[in-house]
């Protein structure tokens, strides 16, 4: 979804072309599912792991760099060659859904087996060639931590050159702005009530990026125990510490990103990592329905 204010309908139009282009270029480049005729895309790395190099957009590239930097900054809850496990874990909760009787949880032992080749060191990225090589051919990208977000950046910038003072962009969870509203009031984003359809609250912001994980995103029932799909690298299960982490900075990428570490590191480790981040927020719903915040967080609440 998005909203922009313009003075004329021709050019916001040409905003909204130029956007929606950009959106499907992403989309296509970091897709790990599908591969595009005249296209090297994420899952053509993945398919050609432990073969060969493939040669791939510098978009590509670039977010490969910055989310292995992102696993740094959270202390390796950010893993992107985790692809292996997400997968085992897509096919349980898919079979569980299809038929919830029978749902299973996947064996720690093939979680143990799909982890092994989850190294970050695997990952060969050449500059001068343009080419990204995966090591070992069991070892499997997944973006879906980190993906939108940085597209979404990507994007908003993009719109912000073209000459756009006043947009929200809104990317399945994942809220980009520019500016304020038309009559320069902030823009208002809700942030989802975990235990329902309603809102929790909500924030104002002018220029920032609002994104929010929760475990009520997708999530299938095992002998009456939910489990969602933010897998906790060190567990290998769901992480058990919130059901939802809402993350506000300038930087979409770096509010995605975020999202899923916070999500897999206690509370206290958590506040610390925020706290030593300029211009980023953070808010935490846990599992018994208490809530935690950031120190700057409340000036971004709408009372």
Request: hydrophobic letters at 40%; charged letters at 20%.
């Amino acid at each position: 979804t998005v909203i922009v204010y313009d003075t004329s309908e021709r050019s916001a139009n040409e905003h909204f072309d130029e956007l929606h282009t950009l959106l499907q270029e992403y989309h296509r480049l970091y897709d790990i599912y599908h591969t595009y005729e005249g296209l090297n895309n994420l899952a053509t790395v993945n398919e050609q792991a432990g073969k060969a190099s493939v040669a791939v957009d510098n978009r590509i590239l670039d977010l490969v760099e910055y989310a292995k930097q992102m696993d740094t900054l959270t202390d390796g809850r950010m893993n992107i060659v985790m692809g292996r496990v997400l997968d085992l874990w897509l096919q349980y909760r898919e079979a569980g859904l299809n038929d919830p009787d029978h749902a299973t949880l996947p064996p720690m032992v093939e979680l143990e087996t799909a982890n092994a080749d989850a190294n970050l060191e695997n990952i060969v990225i050449d500059r001068a060639a343009g080419t990204l090589y995966l090591v070992d051919e069991k070892t499997q990208l997944d973006v879906g931590a980190i993906g939108k977000g940085y597209a979404g950046q990507q994007i908003t910038e993009a719109m912000r050159e073209s000459g756009v003072t006043s947009m929200l962009l809104s990317i399945g969870g994942n809220v980009c702005s520019i500016g304020t509203r038309a009559d320069g009031t902030a823009w208002q984003v809700g942030i989802q009530d975990p235990y329902s359809d309603g809102t929790l609250c909500a924030v104002q912001v002018s220029g920032q990026s609002v994104v929010t994980s929760g475990t009520y995103e997708r999530f299938y029932t095992v002998d009456g125990k939910r489990y969602h799909h933010i897998i906790d690298p060190e567990t290998l299960l769901p992480s058990t510490y919130y059901d939802s982490v809402t993350v506000i900075s300038e930087n979409s990428a770096l509010a995605d990103a975020l999202t899923t570490g916070l999500f897999c590191l206690p509370l206290a480790q958590g506040q610390a990592l925020v706290a030593s981040l300029d211009g980023v927020e953070a808010f935490w719903v846990l599992p018994d329905g208490t809530t935690a915040q950031s120190s700057g967080f409340s000036a971004y609440l709408v009372s």
